[in-house]
């Protein structure tokens, strides 16, 4: 991770809008995509619906992350046989 750089390169840090990611809302795992960063919050609209809801900056950079990402394409293509 890069903290404090004036590079115009992307990083782990960075949410910007437009940002996709997933959080579980109501036992159900939604995908949200980030409207705006708002100091330590994240305003976000659920891709499903219009609804909108803040999230912590840090859960949102957590799963932006290389590691999520890569666990969730893993659990994804999965088969159901494998997962016993």
Do not use: K, Y
């Not at 910007?16 to 409207?35: I, M």
């Not at 100091?39 to 999230?55: K, M, Y």
Request: hydrophobic letters at 40%.
């Amino acid at each position: 991770m890069t903290h404090g750089t004036n590079s115009l390169t992307t990083t782990v840090d960075e949410v910007r809008p437009g940002d996709l990611f997933c959080a579980v809302v109501s036992h159900e795992t939604e995908q949200w995509r980030v409207v705006a960063v708002l100091g330590i919050r994240v305003l976000a609209e659920r891709v499903s619906g219009g609804d909108r809801r803040s999230f912590t900056l840090h859960f949102v950079r957590h799963q932006l992350s290389p590691d999520v990402l890569i666990a969730r394409g893993a659990a994804a293509t999965a088969s159901p046989d494998s997962r016993r």
